[in-house]
C-alpha cells in the first residue's frame, strides 16, 4: 500500500471518528470490493458474503470513536473482516456438529452485543413500518429482488419503489437515531437485516 493510499485512509478515519458521512460512504465504496472478494474467497456463499460485509461496515462505524488512532487503517478493516468471517465459519461448524480448529479472536463482546442490540431495533422499525413500505423493504433486502422485480410483481412504478426504499431506509435510520444509535443511510440502503 502506497503511502498517499495510508494518508487517505487516516484522514477518512478522522472524519469518520467525527461521524462523517460522506468520508463512510467514500471509505465504504473503496474497500467494498475488496472484502467482497476476500470473504466470497472463505465463503463463497453471495447472501453471506453480503452479510457479512456489511457486518464490518456496521462494527467499523459503531466503533468509529477509536478509528483516529488507528494507524494502518487498511489492515484494521481486513482483519475485522477475517474475524467476522472465522467467526461465521466457526459457528456453521457447530451449527452442523463439526469440531476442528479455526482461528477465532473475540475479545469484542461489548461489540458483539451493540452489534446484536442495533439490529434487533432495526428489525423492530421494519416492523413498524407501513404494511406496503414493510412489504417493498423486505422484498428487497431479505429475497434480493430488484426494484423493477418488486415493481412488477406490486404492480407499481419502478420509481415508487425506490421512493419506498429510501423513505423506509430513513424512517429506520430515525428509529435508530431516537434510541441513540447513528447509522448512516448507506448501510440500510445498500444490505439487508
Not at 467482497?36 to 452479510?51: A, G, H, Q, R
Amino acid at each position: 500500500m502506497e503511502k498517499n493510499d495510508i494518508n487517505r485512509d487516516r484522514a477518512l478515519f478522522s472524519r469518520i471518528a467525527e461521524a462523517d458521512e460522506q468520508a463512510f460512504e467514500e471509505l465504504f465504496h473503496l474497500y467494498m470490493p475488496q472484502l467482497y472478494k476476500i470473504i466470497f474467497n472463505l465463503v463463497p456463499i453471495e447472501p453471506t458474503v453480503k452479510d457479512l460485509v456489511q457486518e464490518v461496515f456496521l462494527y467499523l462505524w459503531l466503533g468509529r470513536d477509536k478509528l483516529a488512532a488507528v494507524e494502518e487503517p487498511q489492515h484494521w478493516i481486513f482483519r475485522i473482516a477475517y474475524n467476522r468471517t472465522f467467526k461465521h465459519l466457526k459457528q456453521r461448524q457447530l451449527q452442523l456438529g463439526v469440531t476442528g480448529d479455526v482461528p477465532l479472536q473475540t475479545n469484542e463482546t461489548e461489540e458483539a452485543v451493540h452489534l446484536s442490540e442495533t439490529v434487533r431495533l432495526i428489525r423492530e422499525a421494519i416492523a413498524e413500518l407501513p404494511q406496503q413500505q414493510q412489504r417493498i423493504y423486505r422484498l428487497n433486502r431479505l429475497t434480493g429482488k430488484k426494484p423493477a422485480e418488486i415493481a412488477a410483481e406490486l404492480d407499481i412504478s419502478v420509481q415508487a419503489v425506490r421512493n419506498s426504499l429510501t423513505r423506509s431506509a430513513k424512517v429506520i435510520r430515525g428509529y435508530l437515531v431516537n434510541r441513540g444509535i447513528d447509522i448512516p443511510l448507506i448501510l440500510l440502503l445498500l444490505y439487508r437485516f
